[in-house]
């Protein structure tokens, strides 16, 4: 079965630094993999996605992620975080390996950047 | 704007009566999703439309029904609410042909069971 792991509850991280926030699939096959971001009260918004080619996949707000099939992550990152960039930040994979399929989601990583 | 609207945004209803939760999109996607997401947890598929064709997940309480009456409107019917369902709600669609696999997801709505 898909799946997704987001192994850090909570990641804070002072303005201006780098930001990681950890994914790992577990899927069969090639995997179609997404983060979202959910501010209070909202629904989630897209962020960015692999599907295939370029291991390097950049999204909106300067946020990219990596696709790393031998360490099976999907790890999301920005070169400098915003204050505003706080919020609950989910991965997911998509149950079949094709689009407009549901998906499944990690639990979150609530992200706190502080001034 | 192309949207997905979620309406009411708050619904209060008390234990056992039923309510009704309505999606709309203006996306004219084919694929049309329900999720439940308690207190900042992962959002739960319940169940998904494409095109017409209902698709329930195994563990979806029977509490829980869905109707499409058409591609642009969606709707979860909860028939007896417990207080285990209060939650948020959140519709989603997809099916854009230069987005695939991108989900576009409403605002949500917050039910709260008394």
């Known amino acids: 079965a898909q799946s997704v792991a987001q192994p850090e509850d909570q990641v804070n991280v002072a303005e201006g630094n780098p930001l990681t926030v950890k994914c790992t699939y577990s899927?069969?096959?090639?995997?179609?993999l997404f983060w979202y971001v959910q501010y209070p009260n909202r629904g989630l918004q897209f962020l960015l996605k692999?599907?295939?080619?370029?291991?390097l996949v950049k999204g909106s707000y300067g946020f990219e992620a990596e696709f790393n099939k031998s360490q099976t992550s999907f790890h999301l990152k920005k070169p400098s975080a915003l204050v505003s960039d706080s919020a609950l930040y989910f991965c997911a994979v998509s149950l079949r390996n094709s689009g407009n399929t549901p998906l499944v989601f990690g639990k979150g990583t609530r992200l706190s950047v502080i001034a | 704007d192309a949207m997905v609207i979620q309406n009411p945004r708050y619904q209060v209803t008390q234990f056992g009566k039923p309510v009704t939760l309505s999606c709309s999109q203006t996306?004219?996607?084919?694929?049309m999703y329900w999720y439940q997401q308690k207190s900042s947890q992962a959002p739960k598929l319940l169940f998904h439309y494409y095109d017409k064709d209902f698709n329930n997940e195994a563990d979806t309480p029977d509490n829980f029904q869905s109707r499409r009456p058409n591609t642009s409107f969606c709707f979860l019917d909860i028939r007896s609410p417990g207080l285990g369902d209060a939650a948020m709600y959140l519709c989603a669609t997809s099916g854009g042909t230069t987005s695939v696999g991108e989900q576009y997801f409403g605002p949500g709505t917050r039910l709260t069971v008394t």
């Open positions: 996306l004219n996607h084919n694929v």
């Open positions: 899927v069969s096959g090639n995997p179609y």
């Open positions: 692999y599907i295939t080619g370029d291991n």
